[in-house]
T-cell receptor
Framework: GNSVTQMEGPVTLSEEAFLTINCTYTATGYPSLFWYVQYPGEGLQLLLKATKADDKGSNKGFEATYRKETTSFHLEKGSVQVSDSAVYFC??????????????FGSGTRLQVQP | DTGVSQDPRHKITKRGQNVTFRCDPI?????LYWYRQTLGQGPEFLTYFQNEAQLEKSRLLSDRFSAERPKGSFSTLEIQRTEQGDSAMYLC???????????FGSGTRLTVV
């Protein structure tokens, strides 16, 4: 079956520090990969996605590259801000029918950015 | 477009009571999903509708759980004879037929005491 493994948090950084949140996956096919962000008291928001190997998803300064050879989709940002403090979830979906299939989520990584 | 709306935001109920949650998806979205999220975990898939048809159910959806989407618009999730283990955040999401990423609601937090 499909699974997603994320680094455990919390990750605590100072403002303007470099961020990496590791994500690796196991999938039977060729999944699409996603990063979602959840701010306190809110639902999940799609941050970025990649649908095939070597694709790079990017949004709001965050980037992640779909690495099929290492089955990874690590999230990076060059300079974090206090407003980036949230929980980040890596997820995958079966590519054969992306709309139908359920998303499989990792357990989430809490990011705390200190001023 | 006001996004995906869920009601109520919070629900506290006594063990053994029935509860019902409502989800209003984005109006042009055909697909609607329910997920459950417990503290410190990622969301887990419960069930999925395309229009009014319930097409997929997780093994997590025991016979105490039932979901409907009678007119292919809003959906309800009912839990009968609630147990303390049902305490969680229940998330609704919707997507178009393109399946190009979901839009999640803010969730309903259920606490069973």
């Amino acid at each position: 079956g499909n699974s997603v493994t994320q680094m455990e948090g919390p990750v605590t950084l100072s403002e303007e520090a470099f961020l990496t949140i590791n994500c690796t996956y196991t999938a039977t096919g060729y999944p699409s990969l996603f990063w979602y962000v959840q701010y306190p008291g809110e639902g999940l928001q799609l941050l970025l996605k990649a649908t095939k190997a070597d694709d790079k998803g990017s949004n709001k300064g965050f980037e992640a590259t779909y690495r099929k050879e290492t089955t990874s989709f690590h999230l990076e940002k060059g300079s974090v801000q206090v407003s980036d403090s949230a929980v980040y979830f890596c997820a995958l979906s079966d590519r054969e029918d992306m709309g139908r299939r359920a998303l499989t989520f990792g357990s989430g990584t809490r990011l705390q950015v200190q001023p | 477009d006001t996004g995906v709306s869920q009601d109520p935001r919070h629900k506290i109920t006594k063990r053994g009571q029935n509860v019902t949650f409502r989800c209003d998806p984005i109006s042009e979205h055909n697909r609607l999903y329910w997920y459950r999220q417990t503290l410190g975990q990622g969301p887990e898939f419960l069930t999925y509708f395309q229009n009014e048809a319930q097409l997929e159910k997780s093994r997590l959806l025991s016979d105490r759980f039932s979901a409907e989407r009678p007119k292919g618009s809003f959906s309800t999730l009912e839990i009968q004879r609630t147990e303390q283990g049902d305490s969680a955040m229940y998330l609704c999401a919707s997507s178009s037929l393109l399946g190009d990423g979901y839009t999640f609601g803010s969730g309903t937090r259920l606490t069973v005491v």
